[in-house]
Nanobody, 126 residues
Framework: QVQLVESGGGLVQPGGSLRLSCAAS????????MGWFRQAPGKEREFVAA????????KYSDSVKGRFAISRDTAENTVLLLMNSLKLEDTAVYYC???????????????????WGQGTQVTVSS
């Protein structure tokens, strides 16, 4: 049973930084795609970033490209999201997700992911 547990959310001022972690367990994650999504109140869940567990290729949404960085620690089975230059509009619940089905192209839609964490709140406010 795959389990994903996010941590690291909190309250930060505009321009600040946060690092989110996703602890993954219950499976060998070779060839998995790991993603971060976010959902703001009243909005649909949207893609933020993804990384291939093996090889480390990455993909970002246009809204976070150049500000956020996704990485993985294969020894610790952890996926990280470093968020810099945070904006008010980055406020959302952030979710970690895992996909086993897409082994070539990094998936970017919620329907392409098989497992989800419970989410962690990120609030950007002055």
């Amino acid at each position: 049973q795959v389990q994903l547990v996010e941590s690291g959310g909190g309250l930060v001022q505009p321009g600040g930084s946060l690092r989110l972690s996703c602890a993954a367990s219950g499976h060998a994650f070779n060839n998995y795609a790991m993603g971060w999504f976010r959902q703001a109140p009243g909005k649909e869940r949207e893609f933020v970033a993804a990384i291939r567990w093996t090889g480390g290729s990455t993909k970002y949404s246009d809204s976070v490209k150049g500000r956020f960085a996704i990485s993985r620690d294969t020894a610790e089975n952890t996926v990280l999201l470093l968020m810099n230059s945070l904006k008010l509009e980055d406020t959302a619940v952030y979710y970690c997700a895992a996909s086993i089905r897409y082994r070539v192209v990094l998936p970017t839609s919620t329907a392409q992911y098989d497992y989800w964490g419970q989410g962690t709140q990120v609030t950007v406010s002055s």
